[in-house]
Nanobody, 124 residues
Framework: VQLQASGGGLVQAGGSLRLSCAAS??????VGWFRQAPGKEREFVIA????????YTGDSAKGRFTISRDKDKNTVYLQMNSLKPEDTAVYYC????????????????????WGQGTQVTVSS
Protein backbone atom coordinates (compact mmCIF):
# COMPACT_ATOMS: atom_id res chain seq x y z
CA VAL A 1 0.00 0.00 0.00
CA GLN A 2 1.39 3.36 -0.99
CA LEU A 3 0.27 6.98 -0.95
CA GLN A 4 2.11 9.24 -3.36
CA ALA A 5 1.67 12.97 -2.81
CA SER A 6 2.58 15.51 -5.46
CA GLY A 7 1.81 19.00 -6.69
CA GLY A 8 3.65 21.13 -4.17
CA GLY A 9 5.74 24.09 -5.17
CA LEU A 10 6.34 27.81 -4.81
CA VAL A 11 3.42 30.18 -5.26
CA GLN A 12 2.78 33.83 -4.53
CA ALA A 13 0.32 34.88 -1.87
CA GLY A 14 -3.20 34.88 -3.25
CA GLY A 15 -2.40 32.11 -5.69
CA SER A 16 -3.64 28.54 -5.94
CA LEU A 17 -2.21 25.05 -5.94
CA ARG A 18 -3.70 21.60 -6.29
CA LEU A 19 -2.08 18.72 -4.50
CA SER A 20 -2.66 15.14 -5.52
CA CYS A 21 -2.41 11.94 -3.53
CA ALA A 22 -2.50 8.72 -5.50
CA ALA A 23 -3.28 5.57 -3.56
CA SER A 24 -2.14 2.19 -4.74
CA UNK A 25 -2.65 -1.20 -3.25
CA UNK A 26 -6.14 -0.85 -1.89
CA UNK A 27 -9.04 1.47 -1.34
CA UNK A 28 -9.70 3.42 1.83
CA UNK A 29 -12.65 4.53 3.91
CA UNK A 30 -11.40 8.03 4.69
CA VAL A 31 -8.66 10.34 3.47
CA GLY A 32 -7.21 13.51 4.88
CA TRP A 33 -4.59 16.16 4.48
CA PHE A 34 -2.32 17.44 7.21
CA ARG A 35 0.52 19.92 7.18
CA GLN A 36 3.58 20.65 9.25
CA ALA A 37 5.53 23.88 9.26
CA PRO A 38 9.08 24.06 10.63
CA GLY A 39 9.10 24.03 14.42
CA LYS A 40 5.37 23.36 14.63
CA GLU A 41 3.21 20.34 15.27
CA ARG A 42 1.39 18.55 12.51
CA GLU A 43 -1.88 20.36 11.79
CA PHE A 44 -5.11 18.98 10.42
CA VAL A 45 -6.23 20.59 7.16
CA ILE A 46 -9.18 18.72 5.71
CA ALA A 47 -10.62 15.22 5.43
CA UNK A 48 -13.46 13.24 3.93
CA UNK A 49 -14.90 9.80 3.96
CA UNK A 50 -14.22 8.09 0.66
CA UNK A 51 -17.86 7.31 -0.16
CA UNK A 52 -19.48 10.39 1.30
CA UNK A 53 -19.76 13.89 -0.14
CA UNK A 54 -19.30 15.38 3.32
CA UNK A 55 -16.01 16.95 4.27
CA TYR A 56 -14.49 18.07 7.54
CA THR A 57 -12.33 21.18 7.35
CA GLY A 58 -9.85 22.61 9.78
CA ASP A 59 -10.19 26.23 10.83
CA SER A 60 -7.16 27.38 8.84
CA ALA A 61 -8.58 25.95 5.62
CA LYS A 62 -12.21 26.94 5.82
CA GLY A 63 -13.41 28.89 2.83
CA ARG A 64 -10.15 28.40 0.94
CA PHE A 65 -9.32 24.69 0.64
CA THR A 66 -11.41 21.84 -0.68
CA ILE A 67 -10.91 18.10 -0.93
CA SER A 68 -12.12 15.87 -3.72
CA ARG A 69 -11.80 12.24 -4.75
CA ASP A 70 -11.46 10.54 -8.12
CA LYS A 71 -12.58 7.01 -7.41
CA ASP A 72 -11.56 5.71 -10.84
CA LYS A 73 -8.00 6.93 -10.30
CA ASN A 74 -8.01 6.18 -6.56
CA THR A 75 -6.69 9.69 -6.06
CA VAL A 76 -7.56 12.45 -3.64
CA TYR A 77 -6.96 16.13 -4.34
CA LEU A 78 -6.46 19.18 -2.18
CA GLN A 79 -7.39 22.39 -3.96
CA MET A 80 -5.88 25.38 -2.19
CA ASN A 81 -6.99 28.89 -3.09
CA SER A 82 -6.16 32.32 -1.70
CA LEU A 83 -2.91 31.00 -0.32
CA LYS A 84 -1.16 32.88 2.45
CA PRO A 85 2.48 32.82 3.60
CA GLU A 86 1.32 31.05 6.77
CA ASP A 87 0.17 28.13 4.60
CA THR A 88 3.83 27.32 3.96
CA ALA A 89 4.44 23.78 5.18
CA VAL A 90 5.01 20.21 4.16
CA TYR A 91 1.65 18.75 3.25
CA TYR A 92 0.88 15.10 3.94
CA CYS A 93 -1.94 12.98 2.72
CA UNK A 94 -3.24 10.23 4.94
CA UNK A 95 -5.73 7.42 4.61
CA UNK A 96 -7.41 4.86 6.77
CA UNK A 97 -8.96 1.47 6.18
CA UNK A 98 -10.96 1.85 9.38
CA UNK A 99 -14.39 3.38 9.68
CA UNK A 100 -13.77 6.57 11.64
CA UNK A 101 -16.47 8.74 13.06
CA UNK A 102 -16.42 12.30 11.79
CA UNK A 103 -15.08 13.72 15.03
CA UNK A 104 -11.98 11.55 14.76
CA UNK A 105 -11.00 12.73 11.28
CA UNK A 106 -8.78 15.61 12.54
CA UNK A 107 -6.76 13.19 14.68
CA UNK A 108 -3.59 11.92 12.96
CA UNK A 109 -3.90 8.67 14.92
CA UNK A 110 -7.03 7.87 12.91
CA UNK A 111 -4.95 7.20 9.81
CA UNK A 112 -2.87 4.10 9.23
CA UNK A 113 -1.28 5.11 5.94
CA TRP A 114 0.69 8.26 5.15
CA GLY A 115 2.23 9.77 2.05
CA GLN A 116 5.74 11.14 1.97
CA GLY A 117 4.80 14.82 2.04
CA THR A 118 5.09 17.60 -0.51
CA GLN A 119 6.46 21.07 0.17
CA VAL A 120 4.27 24.11 -0.34
CA THR A 121 5.90 27.51 -0.09
CA VAL A 122 3.87 30.70 -0.31
CA SER A 123 5.80 33.89 -0.85
CA SER A 124 4.55 37.29 0.28
Amino acid sequence: VQLQASGGGLVQAGGSLRLSCAASGRTFNAVGWFRQAPGKEREFVIAARWNSPSTYTGDSAKGRFTISRDKDKNTVYLQMNSLKPEDTAVYYCAATTGRPIVSSLPNPATYNYWGQGTQVTVSS
